[in-house]
Protein backbone atom coordinates (compact mmCIF):
# COMPACT_ATOMS: atom_id res chain seq x y z
CA UNK A 1 0.00 0.00 0.00
CA UNK A 2 2.95 2.54 0.76
CA UNK A 3 5.05 1.66 -2.26
CA UNK A 4 1.61 2.36 -4.16
CA UNK A 5 0.88 5.58 -2.39
CA UNK A 6 4.81 6.91 -3.05
CA UNK A 7 4.20 5.74 -6.76
CA UNK A 8 1.33 7.98 -7.03
CA UNK A 9 3.37 10.88 -5.39
CA UNK A 10 5.90 10.47 -8.39
CA UNK A 11 3.74 10.08 -10.63
CA UNK A 12 2.35 13.91 -10.06
CA UNK A 13 6.28 15.23 -10.07
CA UNK A 14 6.04 13.67 -13.31
CA UNK A 15 3.49 15.23 -14.52
CA UNK A 16 4.16 18.72 -13.58
CA UNK A 17 7.49 18.18 -15.23
CA UNK A 18 5.96 16.94 -18.66
CA UNK A 19 3.41 20.21 -18.04
CA UNK A 20 6.71 22.60 -18.09
CA UNK A 21 8.26 20.63 -21.01
CA UNK A 22 4.87 21.25 -23.25
CA UNK A 23 4.49 24.63 -22.09
CA UNK A 24 8.15 25.75 -22.94
CA UNK A 25 7.90 24.05 -25.93
CA UNK A 26 4.11 25.97 -26.33
CA UNK A 27 6.45 29.74 -25.89
CA UNK A 28 8.93 28.92 -28.44
CA UNK A 29 6.73 27.72 -31.30
CA UNK A 30 4.32 30.03 -30.78
CA UNK A 31 7.00 32.71 -30.84
CA UNK A 32 7.77 31.42 -34.01
CA UNK A 33 4.46 31.12 -35.28
CA UNK A 34 4.09 34.87 -34.41
CA UNK A 35 7.12 36.59 -35.68
CA UNK A 36 7.34 33.97 -39.11
CA UNK A 37 3.15 34.71 -39.39
CA UNK A 38 3.41 30.65 -39.30
CA UNK A 39 -0.72 30.12 -39.19
CA UNK A 40 -0.27 26.54 -39.51
CA UNK A 41 2.16 26.45 -36.58
CA UNK A 42 -0.06 29.39 -34.52
CA UNK A 43 -3.09 26.24 -35.21
CA UNK A 44 -1.02 24.02 -33.51
CA UNK A 45 -0.11 25.39 -30.33
CA UNK A 46 -3.66 26.28 -29.46
CA UNK A 47 -4.65 22.57 -30.18
CA UNK A 48 -1.87 21.84 -27.83
CA UNK A 49 -3.12 23.96 -25.10
CA UNK A 50 -5.40 20.49 -24.30
CA UNK A 51 -2.66 18.31 -23.63
CA UNK A 52 -1.61 20.82 -20.40
CA UNK A 53 -4.82 21.12 -19.73
CA UNK A 54 -5.69 17.19 -19.57
CA UNK A 55 -2.46 16.74 -17.69
CA UNK A 56 -3.29 19.35 -15.14
CA UNK A 57 -7.23 17.90 -14.42
CA UNK A 58 -5.32 14.49 -14.01
CA UNK A 59 -3.09 15.38 -11.73
CA UNK A 60 -6.12 17.30 -9.68
CA UNK A 61 -8.15 14.43 -9.84
CA UNK A 62 -4.93 11.98 -8.19
CA UNK A 63 -3.82 14.93 -5.45
CA UNK A 64 -7.24 14.99 -3.92
CA UNK A 65 -7.89 11.62 -4.38
CA UNK A 66 -4.72 10.82 -2.45
CA UNK A 67 -5.54 13.82 0.21
CA UNK A 68 -8.69 11.88 0.91
CA UNK A 69 -7.36 7.84 0.86
CA UNK A 70 -4.06 8.61 2.85
CA UNK A 71 -4.61 11.85 4.92
CA UNK A 72 -1.14 12.93 4.51
CA UNK A 73 0.61 14.68 7.05
CA UNK A 74 4.19 16.83 7.06
CA UNK A 75 6.51 16.45 3.89
CA UNK A 76 4.13 14.47 1.51
CA UNK A 77 0.75 16.94 2.82
CA UNK A 78 3.61 19.71 1.50
CA UNK A 79 4.46 17.75 -1.59
CA UNK A 80 0.66 17.28 -2.48
CA UNK A 81 -0.52 21.28 -1.78
CA UNK A 82 2.01 22.54 -3.73
CA UNK A 83 1.68 20.10 -6.47
CA UNK A 84 -1.35 21.34 -7.08
CA UNK A 85 -0.74 25.03 -7.07
CA UNK A 86 2.58 24.11 -9.47
CA UNK A 87 -0.01 22.72 -11.57
CA UNK A 88 -1.80 25.82 -11.49
CA UNK A 89 0.90 27.98 -12.76
CA UNK A 90 2.17 25.67 -15.73
CA UNK A 91 -2.20 25.48 -16.97
CA UNK A 92 -1.61 29.45 -16.91
CA UNK A 93 1.76 29.34 -18.15
CA UNK A 94 -0.15 27.18 -21.06
CA UNK A 95 -2.86 29.50 -21.57
CA UNK A 96 -0.54 32.74 -22.27
CA UNK A 97 1.95 30.52 -24.94
CA UNK A 98 -1.52 29.76 -26.39
CA UNK A 99 -2.38 33.50 -26.05
CA UNK A 100 0.89 34.17 -27.89
CA UNK A 101 -0.21 31.69 -30.76
CA UNK A 102 -3.59 33.56 -31.29
CA UNK A 103 -2.59 36.80 -31.47
CA UNK A 104 -0.45 35.28 -34.62
CA UNK A 105 -3.64 33.48 -35.29
CA UNK A 106 -5.55 36.86 -35.45
CA UNK A 107 -3.06 38.91 -37.57
CA UNK A 108 -2.32 36.86 -40.74
CA UNK A 109 -1.14 36.70 -43.13
CA UNK A 110 0.99 39.54 -41.16
CA UNK A 111 2.95 39.25 -37.79
CA UNK A 112 1.65 40.99 -34.99
CA UNK A 113 4.92 42.64 -34.40
CA UNK A 114 6.66 45.45 -36.31
CA UNK A 115 10.14 44.36 -38.22
CA UNK A 116 12.33 46.36 -35.82
CA UNK A 117 10.96 45.04 -32.82
CA UNK A 118 11.39 41.37 -34.11
CA UNK A 119 14.83 40.92 -32.14
CA UNK A 120 13.16 41.71 -29.12
CA UNK A 121 9.94 39.73 -29.19
CA UNK A 122 12.34 36.62 -30.30
CA UNK A 123 14.42 37.48 -26.86
CA UNK A 124 11.55 36.96 -24.70
CA UNK A 125 10.25 34.12 -26.17
CA UNK A 126 13.51 32.57 -26.10
CA UNK A 127 13.73 33.91 -22.36
CA UNK A 128 10.47 32.49 -21.63
CA UNK A 129 11.38 29.15 -23.12
CA UNK A 130 14.92 28.81 -21.07
CA UNK A 131 13.12 29.99 -17.88
CA UNK A 132 10.56 27.23 -17.94
CA UNK A 133 13.26 24.81 -18.73
CA UNK A 134 14.98 25.69 -16.14
CA UNK A 135 11.77 25.22 -13.74
CA UNK A 136 11.44 21.84 -15.34
CA UNK A 137 14.94 20.74 -13.78
CA UNK A 138 14.05 22.26 -10.76
CA UNK A 139 10.73 20.33 -10.31
CA UNK A 140 12.85 17.44 -10.81
CA UNK A 141 16.42 18.20 -9.14
CA UNK A 142 14.69 19.80 -6.36
CA UNK A 143 17.80 22.29 -6.43
CA UNK A 144 16.82 24.58 -4.39
CA UNK A 145 19.94 27.28 -5.68
CA UNK A 146 18.73 26.91 -9.42
CA UNK A 147 15.71 27.04 -7.63
CA UNK A 148 16.23 30.65 -6.50
CA UNK A 149 18.33 31.90 -9.41
CA UNK A 150 15.15 31.86 -11.42
CA UNK A 151 13.64 35.23 -10.14
CA UNK A 152 17.42 36.96 -11.18
CA UNK A 153 17.06 35.52 -14.59
CA UNK A 154 13.63 37.32 -14.58
CA UNK A 155 14.60 40.28 -14.47
CA UNK A 156 16.62 40.16 -17.80
CA UNK A 157 12.32 39.85 -18.77
CA UNK A 158 11.65 42.42 -16.83
CA UNK A 159 13.83 44.58 -18.61
CA UNK A 160 12.79 43.50 -22.14
CA UNK A 161 9.99 43.98 -21.29
CA UNK A 162 10.27 48.12 -20.18
CA UNK A 163 12.45 48.01 -23.69
CA UNK A 164 8.91 47.28 -25.29
CA UNK A 165 7.66 50.20 -23.56
CA UNK A 166 10.14 52.81 -24.78
CA UNK A 167 9.40 52.32 -27.92
CA UNK A 168 5.88 51.95 -27.85
CA UNK A 169 6.16 55.37 -25.92
CA UNK A 170 8.75 57.33 -28.60
CA UNK A 171 7.57 60.18 -30.96
CA UNK A 172 9.15 58.34 -33.61
CA UNK A 173 6.14 55.27 -33.11
CA UNK A 174 5.28 54.90 -36.51
CA UNK A 175 3.11 51.62 -36.62
CA UNK A 176 -0.43 52.81 -35.41
CA UNK A 177 -2.65 52.03 -32.37
CA UNK A 178 -3.47 48.78 -33.64
CA UNK A 179 0.13 47.49 -33.40
CA UNK A 180 0.55 49.26 -30.32
CA UNK A 181 -1.86 47.29 -28.30
CA UNK A 182 -0.47 44.15 -30.22
CA UNK A 183 2.77 44.77 -28.58
CA UNK A 184 1.30 45.88 -25.54
CA UNK A 185 -0.16 42.51 -25.24
CA UNK A 186 2.24 40.36 -26.43
CA UNK A 187 4.79 41.88 -24.10
CA UNK A 188 2.87 41.27 -21.11
CA UNK A 189 2.47 37.35 -22.16
CA UNK A 190 5.82 36.90 -21.88
CA UNK A 191 6.09 38.87 -18.53
CA UNK A 192 3.95 36.96 -17.06
CA UNK A 193 4.63 33.66 -18.78
CA UNK A 194 8.17 34.39 -17.15
CA UNK A 195 7.05 35.00 -13.85
CA UNK A 196 5.01 31.75 -13.63
CA UNK A 197 8.09 29.81 -14.27
CA UNK A 198 9.64 32.01 -11.49
CA UNK A 199 6.32 30.91 -8.82
CA UNK A 200 7.07 26.99 -10.20
CA UNK A 201 10.73 27.63 -8.84
CA UNK A 202 9.59 29.29 -5.79
CA UNK A 203 6.83 26.74 -5.05
CA UNK A 204 10.10 23.67 -5.07
CA UNK A 205 11.66 25.58 -2.34
CA UNK A 206 8.89 25.49 -0.25
CA UNK A 207 8.42 21.63 -1.32
CA UNK A 208 12.26 21.26 -0.05
CA UNK A 209 12.86 23.44 3.06
CA UNK A 210 9.08 24.49 4.33
CA UNK A 211 9.97 28.01 3.83
CA UNK A 212 9.21 30.54 1.53
CA UNK A 213 11.64 31.48 -1.29
CA UNK A 214 11.68 34.76 0.01
CA UNK A 215 12.32 34.24 3.56
CA UNK A 216 16.08 32.28 2.48
CA UNK A 217 19.60 33.99 1.80
CA UNK A 218 20.91 31.44 -1.09
CA UNK A 219 24.10 31.47 1.17
CA UNK A 220 22.21 29.65 3.74
CA UNK A 221 19.64 27.64 2.92
CA UNK A 222 18.40 25.37 5.73
CA UNK A 223 17.20 21.95 4.27
CA UNK A 224 14.49 20.10 6.56
CA UNK A 225 15.80 16.67 7.53
CA UNK A 226 19.33 17.83 6.72
Known amino acids: MRDAYHEELDSIGEDLVEM ?5 SAIGRATTAMLDADLKLAESVIAADDKVDTLQHELEARAIALLARQQPVATD ?26 QARLRFPESPVPRDLHATLLEMGQLAQ ?17 ALQLEQDDDEMDLLHRTLFQHLMDDRWKHGIETAVDVTL ?14 VAKRVVYLVTGE ?11 VEGA
Open 186 to 199: LGRYYERFADHAVS
Open 77 to 102: LRIVVTSLRMSADLERAGDLAQHVAK
Open 20 to 24: ARLVG
Open 130 to 146: RLMAKAAEVIVTKDVEL
Open 212 to 222: HADEIQSADIP
